[in-house]
């Protein structure tokens, strides 16, 4: 029996109910709800053409025809995960309101997983000098660049987290930083390294923040999306400055993390560095530490090289 708020609706308001959902109920952050907003809205529009929504007019196979048409468009294997799993998420609201019978969630279809098969792109020695280089003018945007390549580089952090930092996250006498996880909504204090100090330090130097962040646009306004995007297209930019093309901003993060690894650093230590729930999320750069795996690799058979 449907539940009487969600008998007709558009599909504007639904997005709006839902979005208070995943914001006050699972705490997602707001690129995540985005996500989930974008997908919710291109099925409804799927199976509902005339933009009212009719919850007894729904069937789980106009689900799996709307599955079906988008992973023809979407053709990477991550982004079709995704998919699925915001699928399942907006079925197991709508059944929880009452709106469908509940299991169809269980009864999508899987895509198999390959735990660890991916190898993380991280960064050459001769493209991180290149990020390097195109730090070194004088300009207030180039002081920018480096502290926000430190911050990537030397410990690790997603551009959510670098938006979010403030003034009072960085303590300067005990060599401290607070990081706010937009992630997993966990904080974390960091130590601060002596050369992404003095980055900071030199971009606030140049930089009048008008709120209490500390990377910020110009010009308002200062809202976290904003601030976030301002963050993203420096780094952006910062690469086209250097000439890389073929990684995203996460790579930094990789080659962070891979540099920890190949350093000597337990996993435990890389995975409290990076923010990582699990354990089982940082041994993915166990592949990337050549040397060790080197040291464990077994002789070809009949002697070959």
């Known amino acids: 029996m449907e539940h009487p708020n969600f008998k007709i609706t558009s599909i504007p308001e ?14 997602l952050a ?10 919710v809205s291109r099925l409804l529009s799927f199976c509902f053409p005339n933009g009212l929504v009719t ?13 079906k048409k988008e992973f023809a468009r979407l053709s990477h294997r ?6 699925l799993m915001v699928l399942r998420s907006i ?17 999508l279809p899987k895509l198999p997983t390959y735990r660890l098969a991916s190898l993380p792109k991280r960064l050459s020695e001769s493209q991180l000098r290149d990020l390097e280089n195109a730090c070194l003018g004088k300009k207030p945007r180039h002081r920018r660049y480096r502290a926000l390549l430190l911050l990537s580089l030397r410990l690790g952090l997603r551009v959510g987290e670098i938006a979010s930092l403030q003034l009072q996250d ?24 002596d050369d992404v100090g003095q980055a900071l330090a030199a971009h606030l130097r140049t930089t009048r923040p008008r709120s209490t962040r500390v990377f910020e ?31 995203g901003t996460h790579s930094l993060r990789h080659t962070a993390a891979a540099t920890m690894v190949s350093g000597g650093a337990s996993f435990k230590a890389v995975a409290d560095v990076l923010g ?13 530490d050549l040397k060790a795996l080197a040291q464990v690799a077994l002789p070809w058979p009949g002697g070959a090289q």
């Open 14 to 27: 639904l997005l709006v109910q839902y979005d208070r959902h995943l914001l006050r109920v699972r705490g």
């Open 30 to 39: 707001g690129n995540s709800r985005a996500l989930h907003r974008h997908v």
């Open 55 to 67: 919850w007894s007019g729904l069937r789980f196979c106009d689900c799996v025809a709307f599955l």
């Open 78 to 83: 991550e982004t079709q995960k995704a998919w």
């Open 91 to 107: 079925l197991r609201y709508l059944a929880r309101e009452g709106c469908i019978t509940g299991g169809w969630e269980a009864a």
């Open 170 to 193: 960085i303590d300067w006498r005990t060599g401290c930083l607070r990081i706010r996880s937009t992630k997993n909504h966990r904080e974390r204090i960091l130590p601060l390294p």
């Open 217 to 247: 646009p110009l010009r308002p306004p200062f809202s976290t999306q904003r601030v976030r995007l301002h963050v993203l297209n420096s780094l952006h930019y910062l690469f086209g400055l250097a000439g890389i093309a073929g990684h």
């Open 276 to 288: 990582h729930k699990s354990i089982s999320t940082t041994l993915i750069y166990a592949k990337l």
